[in-house]
């Protein structure tokens, strides 16, 4: 499986972005998906993940209220939607697929990355 990470770029602190995480081949439908960020020095962290069926979403506290993750098995994407953007969110974000169908926290749960993408906000 081959993930592909896009929408990420330059905003304004209070504005949005929208990133998208393409996978490749026919079994996306099971997956649960997740998305995690990287900043300046930082380790990942873990920001939300969806079930396969996107019946449980679960969002880091820091980004509760502000981002949706959402998934289109039609489409074979995963979403994160990103609004009233602050600066401490600025980093670089990964999305990432586990087999196994659920959302886990924990990035040893994941077996698949995508490349990433720079997001940076500006105070």
């Known amino acids: 499986v081959q993930l592909q990470a896009s929408g990420g770029g330059l905003v304004q602190a209070g504005g949005s972005l929208r990133l998208s995480c393409t996978a490749s081949?026919?079994?996306?439908?099971?997956?649960?998906m997740g998305w995690f960020r990287q900043g300046p020095g930082k380790e990942r962290e873990f920001v939300a993940a969806?079930?396969?069926?996107?019946?449980?979403?679960s969002y880091a506290e820091s980004v509760k209220g502000r981002f949706i993750i959402s998934k289109d098995n039609a489409k074979n994407t995963v979403y994160l939607q990103m609004n009233s953007l602050k600066a401490e969110d600025t980093a670089v974000y990964y999305c990432?697929?586990?087999?196994?169908?659920?959302?886990?926290?924990?990035?040893?749960?994941?077996?698949?990355w995508g490349q990433g993408t720079l997001v940076t906000v500006s105070s």
């Open positions: 969806i079930s396969w069926s996107g019946g449980t979403i």
């Open positions: 081949g026919n079994t996306f439908r099971s997956y649960g």
């Open positions: 990432a697929a586990n087999p196994r169908g659920w959302g886990p926290r924990a990035t040893s749960e994941y077996d698949y």
